[in-house]
């Protein structure tokens, strides 16, 4: 059970936040993403989510990115899987919210990193359009490291309030 109690004070609150388009379908997708290490702008936007939003449903989506003022395309891969119904209790009430994961394979721009992989999870309230949080983590390997992987670092965002 997750319990929504404020925003996450931290590094993150100086990020400025992700640029949405809206496709003809309704569904919301990331075009620019600065949740990262470097800020990612995609060449084809990501969805947030599957089209369907049925318990076991996914999608996938391999396209490139681009770090801001360059020219160079890395690889993205990006596996969204809708897995569960869970209670959110927020300021405002409680919701269902579907949790999403999504496993994400970049090409990073450090060419010394090597299976650069990532998890975003989302606990998306559709009765309102909105996540009422997100978490995300990411791991990597450098160019002949043995042992456990490195981390990046996580951060968590909460919804405080909605209007």
Not at 62 to 88: F, G, P
Not at 121 to 139: H, N
Not at 142 to 157: D, H, I, K, N, Y
Request: hydrophobic content about 40%.
């Amino acid at each position: 059970m997750l319990k929504v109690l404020s925003a996450s004070p931290g590094p993150a609150a100086s990020i400025k936040p992700m640029q949405f388009d809206c496709s003809a379908e309704g569904i919301y997708e990331v075009v620019r993403d600065p949740a990262w290490d470097v800020v990612h702008n995609y060449e084809e936007p990501v969805p947030l989510w599957p089209q369907s939003l049925v318990i076991g449903s996914s999608s996938s989506l391999n396209t490139h990115y681009r770090l801001d003022n360059s020219s160079v395309r890395l690889a993205i891969n990006v596996y969204t899987a809708v897995k569960a119904w869970e209670k959110v209790f927020l300021p405002s009430g409680e919701f269902n919210a579907l949790r999403l994961e999504k496993w994400i394979r970049i090409q990073h721009h450090d060419v010394s990193r090597v299976e650069t992989v990532r998890r975003d999870t989302v606990w998306l309230i559709p009765e309102i359009g909105r996540w009422a949080a997100r978490e995300i983590s990411g791991q990597y390997r450098t160019t002949g490291q043995t042992g456990l992987p490195s981390q990046e670092a996580s951060f968590r965002w909460e919804l405080k309030s909605w209007t």
